[in-house]
């Protein structure tokens, strides 16, 4: 299936879609029944050849047929999808506790809860990688990273990761995913959604979020800093 680009955690569900229907015709050239297991061995032998290969190109609503041409020259689809009868994104919950120390004001995320709704949950691991790894990035932009502006010549002073305060083991307490794991917009047989920007976005809010509960102070900018909780 063309993909238009990486915005919008599109990789999965589109990958899948196309994987989905190689396997249709896969089991068709196999004489296989649609549904249910299949003895692969045994019915590669009944075709009396060593190997059966099946091949299938899809296209979401909305894209062209020159999308396809353009997939295979390694360019990126035109246009597209286009779903004007639903909606297609993720969604996920962050619940967020924090500890601010009373003498230094020093802020730390113990516990990070996220419940995110993906669609149905195509790889378990990696979706679980995926939430974590957003959740660890959000307590950096929330706490740590920032870029410091040079004002004589205009650059960052802080343009690598070496010069980067991010966040390490130290900085992160525990972190507790689950999924709704449901099937989610009829995009895909599979009912896989999308599970990528949505891990992220969430998650300073939450945190900007205890850090008020817990101080009285309402933050609206990023790093929080000591002196913004004084």
């Keep these: 299936m063309p993909h238009h680009l990486t915005a919008g ?58 999308a396809s041409d353009r997939m295979r020259r390694g360019l990126v689809a035109p246009v597209g999808p286009e779903y004007p009868g639903f909606v297609s994104f993720g969604f996920i919950a962050h619940f967020t506790e924090v500890r601010v120390e009373p003498v230094t004001r020093r802020i730390r995320v113990s516990r990070m809860v996220s419940v995110a709704d993906g669609g149905r949950v195509a790889g378990p691991v990696a ?14 932009a929330a706490l740590r990273e920032h870029s410091e502006a040079d004002p004589r010549y205009g650059g960052l002073v802080d343009d690598d990761l070496a010069d980067s305060v991010i966040p390490v083991d130290a ?3 525990t972190i507790d995913v689950d999924f709704i794991d449901e099937p989610g917009h ?22 900007a979020n205890a850090v008020f509960h817990a101080t009285g102070r309402r933050v609206r900018r990023l790093p929080i800093r000591i002196e913004d909780v004084l």
Excluded: C, F, Y
Aim: charged share 20%; net charge negative.
């Design 9 to 66: 955690a599109r990789g999965t569900d589109s990958a899948l879609l196309a994987v989905h229907a190689a396997l249709r015709e896969l089991r068709a050239r196999l004489g296989a029944d649609p549904e249910g297991p299949v003895d692969v061995a045994a019915a590669v032998k009944r075709t009396g050849g060593d190997e059966v290969v099946a091949e299938a190109v899809t296209r979401a609503p909305g894209q062209p047929p020159e």
């Design 127 to 140: 979706a679980e990688s995926q939430v974590r790894g957003g959740v660890v990035w959000g307590i950096g």
């Design 171 to 173: 900085d992160v307490g």
């Design 186 to 207: 009829p995009l895909d047989p599979m009912g896989v959604t999308n599970l990528g920007e949505v891990a992220l976005v969430g998650v300073a809010p939450a945190i």
